[in-house]
T-cell receptor, first 113, second 110 residues
């Protein structure tokens, strides 16, 4: 069974630009969550989608948005990028909402210059 | 909002010494999970605890869930260099949100 796939793996953007990150969950998984990881801050929860609906949302500004498609693939968008948005963005899928273990992708390393 | 605090942030031990990381939540959790992230890697699930006072062991790793389901600990006996990495606890709230602690980064000197 293929794992969680995130694309692209690395990205360099300029302040003010917008970016879209993609996540393909494990086949059959319907829950996808997004996290921002920065040194010293751990994993900050962004949002969770289940069956195309946003079920939970973290404390991030409205510049951060996401969506989930009918095939459970998810995208995350960040508009008007700031230097502080530089981070590793991790996507995790699980078999059910509020289910057991989360399977993480390798992440997308975003650098804003 | 709900917070999960984890201490210490860093721990350096000599190979063979024990290691413990602690996790505390501001609210009661439905369950708690533990993950390990190796340098340059992504978090990998270790275990889930659900019951109040639950204790689970995986070889040299012992996981505990507090009686009030608000705290947890991970203890590693006789650390090895392969234990190096960052250990995260993650609490599942009653809304289903999985909230991670800041993590404890373990360095093991051979």
């Amino acid at each position: 069974k293929a794992g969680v796939t995130q694309t692209p793996r690395y990205l360099i953007k300029t302040r003010g630009q917008q970016v879209t990150l993609s996540c393909s969950p494990i086949s059959g998984h319907r829950s996808v969550s997004w996290y921002q990881q920065t040194p010293g801050q751990g994993l900050q929860f962004l949002f969770e989608y289940f069956s195309e609906t946003q079920r939970n949302k973290g404390n991030f500004p409205g510049r951060f948005s996401g969506r989930q498609f009918s095939n459970s693939r998810s995208e995350m968008n960040v508009s008007t990028l700031e230097l502080g948005d530089s981070a590793l963005y991790l996507c995790a899928s699980s078999g059910s909402q509020g289910g057991t273990e989360a399977f993480f992708g390798q992440g997308t390393r975003l650098t804003v210059v | 909002g709900q917070q999960v605090m984890q201490i210490p942030q860093y721990q350096h031990v000599q190979e063979g010494e024990d290691f413990t990381t602690y996790c505390n939540s501001s609210t009661t959790l439905s369950n708690i999970q533990w993950y390990k992230q190796r340098p340059g890697g992504h978090p990998v699930f270790l275990i889930q605890l659900v019951k109040s006072g639950e204790v689970k062991k995986q070889k040299r790793l012992t996981f505990q869930f507090g009686e009030a389901k608000k705290n947890s600990s991970l203890h590693i006996t006789a650390t090895q260099t392969t234990d190096v990495g960052t250990y995260f606890c993650a609490g599942r709230s009653n809304t289903g949100k999985l909230i991670f602690g800041q993590g404890t980064t373990l360095q093991v000197k051979p």
